[in-house]
């Protein structure tokens, strides 16, 4: 028999705080992570406007536990005290049990000058780059599991540890692989999420070529506007989020805070194009028509959708069309409430599906839809009702979270509030 899977431990590190309440709170009142912002020492860089975290104000906050961390990249910094306050949220700090990991990641920090050992006289070489591999900053040596394996380490895990290179549906397809395993039985605890910090110079330089980020400046730190007509691009940001997942046998066991349960994961491939999704919305389509055959539920038993919603000219359009397609029976569409978390938070690449899904799971355990924020004048062809500007008390029977990432590869999570008398039971 399946077993039923539920969430026992939160923990956020952002711009918008280090704690999982502080996040909801700011998200609730509307507050933005957005702020004028230049990648390290250049100046007068094209894109002008991000969401990082505080520096400061992270180090204050996990004060005497950064300090313990080994050398990291600045994006596994974030990811480890997220995964150390979810588990601390839990109540699983120091306790013996078989945990698994899972976390999804992006493509490795690296500054100019690491990047520049690999130039000799006759052009750029790998041989000259690994020769002098000793002088690269420490912290930059991992790949892209580093962070997987330093929560592994952290928490001795003796369950599977995955890393998940997914573009922007890193950290949901984590939290779903990790469902997956703890409904069918493999393992009964799981910390799963993600991190990702993509302001380095030549990290922020790439997408900026990829003509990604906006750098319109006239709408100042409110230019992150998801579905709006003059949205021109999304606002890189940073961060880590993980949540630890249940079984609900386990939790109870132990008699856990549940804060909701997890019903169903889908998945899916557009095919399309690397740096575009299908105009259709066919791939996003699939995934959350799977994630709906995954939980066994119909489409009309969802309320509250938590979009990707990238405030990109191609994205928003084409999540509208697959929303339409998939609730399209008895124009459910139009009773949905849709939000974008972006417009709050920024783009958190890898680690994107990890605080949206938090989102999205507060939302239904609380009965209020976060806002879209800076929806001002919506373009026609983005026709749903976002929730726009202010958050909104409404009933959410079940909830779903999308993540669609760079190359078509799309992650549809869904979450009900947790009923304790609640007898059913999953077969998917």
């Known amino acids: 028999m399946s077993q039923r899977v539920v969430v026992t431990g939160l923990g956020v590190v952002g711009r918008l705080g280090f704690h999982w309440r502080d996040f909801w709170k700011a998200l609730l009142a509307g507050e933005s992570a957005v702020v004028p912002w230049q990648p390290g020492a250049i100046s007068d860089f094209p894109v002008r406007y991000a969401a990082p975290v505080d520096d400061a104000a992270f180090t204050a906050a996990f ?122 039985g493999e393992i009964n605890c799981m910390i799963a999420g993600g991190a990702d910090s993509v302001l380095s110079p030549m990290t922020i330089t790439g997408l900026h070529l990829l003509g990604a980020p906006s750098v319109n400046e006239d709408l100042g730190d409110k230019l992150c506007r998801p579905f709006d007509e003059a949205r021109s691009g999304f606002i890189a940001a940073e961060g880590g989020a993980f949540v630890v997942l249940e079984s609900l046998d386990h939790a109870r066991t132990r008699n856990a805070t549940i804060y909701g349960e997890v019903l169903g994961f889908g998945s899916s491939m557009d095919a399309y194009r690397v740096t575009a999704p299908h105009p259709e919305g066919r791939g996003a389509a699939q995934s959350m028509e799977n994630a709906l055959r995954d939980a066994g539920i119909a489409p009309g038993d969802i309320d509250y959708i938590n979009a990707h919603g990238t405030s990109t000219p191609l994205n928003d359009p084409a999540e509208t069309m697959a929303i339409k397609h998939v609730f399209a029976a008895g124009d459910h569409y139009r009773k949905l409430a849709v939000s974008a978390t972006k417009s709050q938070i920024g783009h958190w690449i890898a680690a994107a599906g990890a605080p949206e899904f938090i989102a999205t799971l507060l939302a239904a355990r609380d009965g209020i839809a976060p806002p879209t924020l800076n929806l001002e004048n919506p373009d026609p062809a983005c026709d749903l009702d976002y929730v726009p500007l202010q958050a909104r008390p409404m009933k959410i029977g079940a909830a779903l979270s999308n993540s669609f990432g760079f190359g078509g590869l799309n992650a549809s999570l869904i979450v009900k509030p947790y009923i304790k008398e609640d007898a059913h039971e999953y077969h998917g």
């Open 63 to 184: 004060a005497g536990l950064v300090e313990s961390l080994p050398p990291m990249e600045r994006r596994s910094r974030f990811g480890a005290m997220a995964a150390y306050a979810a588990m601390h949220d839990a109540g699983l700090i120091d306790k013996d049990l078989r945990l698994g990991v899972a976390v999804g990641s992006g493509i490795p920090e690296r500054d100019t000058a690491d990047m520049l050992l690999a130039m000799t006289d006759a052009g750029p070489s790998w041989d000259a780059f690994y020769a002098r591999r000793a002088q690269l900053n420490p912290a930059l040596r991992g790949g892209n599991d580093q962070l997987a394996a330093v929560i592994a380490r952290q928490f001795k895990a003796r369950g599977p540890v995955q890393n998940f290179s997914t573009a922007c549906a890193g950290a949901a397809h984590a939290i779903g692989s990790s469902f997956r395993m703890i409904r069918n």
